[in-house]
């Protein structure tokens, strides 16, 4: 990521040793009486305005966009200067498009904001009379020895997605989706913390399909920096043809595709059909299955920069971005363009709607759900079910209030304020490791309109088949892509979920892939073998030890119906050694660096 940490002392910050400023990635190291901030990673993603031993400057960590007369263009050094040079810098920072997590700081306080969708976040630690600081939660954790709350992580393990904006991790405070703090130290270190309202705008007038194509537009026409183009995440799916349709609607001359995967998925045929016909510039991104030793480091590095949001596996495709050169491309990626089509939380809102209206917690929870692996203990499950009702009830009190007339909306607005923060802000922090990435249907600008425009246009796709239509009428004639199978580009978002179900049904396959999973698992069975019987994991005071130990082993026996929650807890654990290691005071791993290499030994 375009990774910060820091510390702040309120008094002599000389000779503190608390950062490693030796490591490979850095770009940026600043110190002066009272403040010391370290940065590294990707440059693109790093922006500042700072002298060493100067008692005012500020820090960026991100991307922050401008709209300019139909196109968007990404804020430089001067632009920040402007926005840091306001009356009030927070209400500017709460309007402008993009993603960042900053700092300010001047001779009697330093101050910390993030972007008001949730896509970049910052941890802060009081300790020993200083505050620490990082974008990266595990340096926090390995520097204090933070735990793991499991009554915060209890969401982002038995639903969807987490659903609080806290912190998965003990004594740790995290300001995320436009929350900010101060800290002052005249007398003695203070701080103070501010939320943000998020998006809870009421209707107005409704938006026409034609004025959000023009905002819409507006995000996607990036002009890139000299010697950059664009490069369009390309599936067979229905939200990053949109994008595209607005490049060949514009002809946009600077910009290529891309897609990641097996050639031969019907996402990568699609998106090769499409460029081929277009005669568009278009990479296949493959990388495969590693070697023993990168696939280790693979799975750490991915678990530990998402909180494990993602099974093990995942990390083989998604991987993919480090093929893309950072150094001269832009992506653009179609990522939450399910909010314009009414997608998120589908089950709640199919099944639950008299749970989520009456605010009974306990009969909305079925219905978010999403099962990962069973492999902790019985005290922590209470833990963490305790903890979904708790952050359940905390959305039912801060969100408007749920009815028959405005379910639909609601939901739109608790996808919003929990899946964004939550799943797509770690998966943008981990982009921002490598190159400049930019996801036009998040952006705030374009966000505040989406009850604005009215249910029966979002839902069923039907916004975005206009758009694509009115843009470049070639792309509707061209099969869409969903799982393993296609479905004519007619069909709309029910017809859709019908045909697929008939399809798994009937088992029918339109690509016979293969078992990627499984590859994976087989090839890491020497490594999962060591690390059960580890002293180190017999010690962790939260795992079933006997269930899991008998999955791993009627699994390698070739019962494989429980591959899901192996990949599941192979992600966990990577995450938990990765927590492990950091936390050796002793170790290279200091805040601000942080190594991915593990070790495990019985």
């Known amino acids: 990521m375009s990774r910060m940490a820091g510390k702040i002392t309120g008094g002599d910050n000389t000779g503190s040793g608390f950062l490693n400023a030796g490591y490979a990635d850095t770009d940026m190291h600043f110190r002066n009486s009272y403040l010391e901030i ?35 263009v990404m804020m430089d050094q001067q632009d920040w200067d402007n926005v840091f040079s306001a009356e009030d810098p927070e209400s500017v920072l709460h309007g402008i498009d993009g993603h960042f997590a900053a700092i300010r700081w001047d001779n009697d306080s330093v101050r910390f904001y993030t972007d ?14 200083s505050i620490y600081f990082s974008t990266d939660p595990l340096t926090l954790a390995g520097q204090s020895g933070c735990d793991i709350d499991f009554e915060e992580f209890g969401s982002r393990w038995l639903l969807f997605n987490q659903i609080s904006h806290n912190s998965i991790f003990s004594g740790m405070k995290r ?26 705008a009421p209707k107005s007038d409704f938006l026409s399909a034609a004025d959000f194509s023009q905002k819409l537009e507006s995000l996607i026409n990036i002009t890139p920096p000299p010697g950059k183009q664009i490069s369009l995440s390309l599936s067979g799916g229905m939200d990053s043809r949109v994008l595209l349709s607005y490049l060949l609607k514009t002809k946009n001359d600077r910009f290529e595709t891309h897609t990641f995967g097996d050639p031969g998925h019907p996402d990568s045929l699609i998106a090769s059909e499409i460029t081929e016909r ?106 963490m079910q305790r903890g979904v009702e708790k952050q359940i009830e905390e959305a039912l009190t801060i969100l408007p209030e749920p009815t028959a007339q405005n379910l639909t ?17 770690q998966e943008q922090t981990r982009l921002d490791n490598h190159l400049t990435a930019v996801m036009p249907f998040i952006q705030p600008s374009l966000l505040r309109n989406i009850l604005r425009i009215p249910e029966r246009n979002r839902k069923n796709g039907r916004l975005f088949r206009e758009i694509i239509r009115t843009n470049q009428p070639q792309l509707a004639k061209l099969r869409l892509a969903k799982g393993d199978g296609t479905y004519p ?36 069975k020497d490594f999962i073998h060591d690390s059960i019987g580890s002293e180190n994991f017999r010690s962790a005071p939260f795992y079933d030890h006997k269930k899991i130990t008998g999955m ?45 290499k593990l070790n495990t030994q019985k």
Not at 411 to 418: E, G, K, S
Not at 493 to 516: A, D, G, I, W
Request: aromatic share 12%; net charge positive; with cysteine.
């Open 489 to 524: 580009f007619y069909l709309n978002t029910l017809q859709v979920r019908l045909l697929s179900k008939l399809r798994s049904r009937l088992r029918l396959k339109k690509h016979p892939s293969e078992n990627n999973t499984r590859l994976l698992l087989m090839k890491m």
């Open 278 to 383: 277009f005669s568009l510039n278009h990479h296949q991104f493959n990388s495969g299955i590693p070697g023993i030793d990168d696939c280790i480091n693979g799975i750490g590095e991915f678990s530990a920069s998402t909180l494990v949001n993602n099974a093990a596996s995942a990390f083989l495709q998604l991987q993919n971005y480090k093929l893309i050169n950072g150094e001269e491309s832009v992506l653009i990626d179609g990522g939450f363009g399910e909010i314009w089509r009414r997608e998120f939380f589908y089950k709640l809102w199919l099944q639950g709607k008299k749970a989520l209206i009456g605010k009974n917690v306990k009969g909305i929870i079925p219905h978010l759900m999403l099962h990962r692996a069973d492999i902790f203990n019985d005290e922590v499950k209470i833990l």
């Open 409 to 425: 909306d609601w939901l739109d607005l608790f996808a919003i304020r929990t899946r964004l923060p939550n799943y797509y802000g």
């Open 116 to 129: 008001v969708t949730g896509l970049r976040d910052i941890y802060i630690l009081v300790k020993d009379d």
């Open 175 to 200: 300001l995320v989706a436009g929350s900010s703090a101060r800290v002052t130290f005249r007398n003695r270190l203070q701080i103070s913390y501010k939320t943000y309202p998020g998006f809870t």
């Open 38 to 72: 370290i940065a590294g990673s990707c440059a693109a993603n790093i922006i500042y305005s700072a002298e060493n031993n100067s008692d005012k400057g500020w820090f960026i960590a991100g991307t922050g966009l401008i709209s300019y007369s139909g196109s968007t």
């Open 552 to 596: 791993v082993d009627s699994y390698y026996k070739g019962d494989h119906t429980n591959e899901y929650d192996l990949d599941w807890f192979l992600s966990f654990e990577v995450f938990r050694q990765m927590l492990k290691k950091v936390s050796k005071r002793n170790s290279e791993h200091q805040i601000g660096c942080v190594s991915y």
